[in-house]
T-cell receptor
């Protein structure tokens, strides 16, 4: 059963803690992405990776870190430096379809800071 | 700063009507255009993409692209209550895979 999985579905963090969100895909996609969505807002890109062992900052990378040691996995760490981490976090992966790179999303992780 | 703007909502249409969702973009180099549907509390799911000027139809959905006007739209024919969701427009530029998303338009289809 192919797809993108994210865990956990809900995550609660105390202030000052680092937390890691998991994202795994078995679609054999090369590229993976992390987005953040705040209520009533669109998606903002945090980090993306086109190949293993390489990743680039998106528009709002401050306070976040990632790794891409395997093609299937792209974990996101929300550090204590992220001032307002409460949001819905979405992982995506993409395949090239003709001239386009079509992104597909995982189910998301909802992070709440207590 | 690349921007993607969607028509402000919420948009309310009666069941069976045509819903029209609009999106404008600022980057003239944009090459690919996507529409996603997002139900409340869920992740976005792809409806369709378009990259050539003109219309592209898929069932009850039609995407329309006008690169000269930097405008892309989504028409939903015979709207159903199950179409009630937030619709996200996303635009891809020259950078591999990177998309810029609009803020979304909330659509409500009432019986």
């Amino acid at each position: 059963d192919g797809g993108i999985t994210q865990s956990p579905k809900y995550l609660f963090r105390k202030e000052g803690q680092n937390v890691t969100l998991s994202c795994e895909q078995n679609l054999n996609h090369d590229a993976m992405y992390w987005y953040r969505q705040d209520p009533g807002q669109g998606l903002r890109l945090i980090y993306y990776s086109q190949i293993v062992n390489d990743f680039q900052k998106g528009d709002i990378a401050e306070g976040y870190s990632v790794s891409r040691e395997k093609k299937e996995s792209f974990p996101l760490t929300v550090t204590s430096a992220q001032k307002n981490p409460t949001a819905f976090y979405l992982c995506a992966s993409s395949m090239r379809t003709g001239l386009t790179d079509t992104q597909y999303f995982g189910p998301g992780t909802r992070l709440t800071v207590l | 700063q690349k921007e993607v703007e969607q028509n402000s909502g919420p948009l309310s249409v009666p069941e069976g009507a045509i819903a029209s969702l609009n999106c404008t973009y600022s980057d003239q180099g944009s090459q690919s255009f996507f529409w996603y549907r997002q139900y409340s509390g869920k992740s976005p799911e792809l409806i369709m993409f378009i990259y050539s000027n003109g219309d592209k139809e898929d069932g009850r959905f039609t995407a329309q692209l006008n690169k000269a006007s930097q405008y892309v739209s989504l028409l939903i024919r015979d709207s159903q209550p199950s179409d009630s969701a937030t619709y996200l427009c996303a635009v891809g530029g020259t950078s591999y895979g990177k998309l810029t998303f609009g803020q979304g338009t909330i659509l409500t289809v009432h019986p």
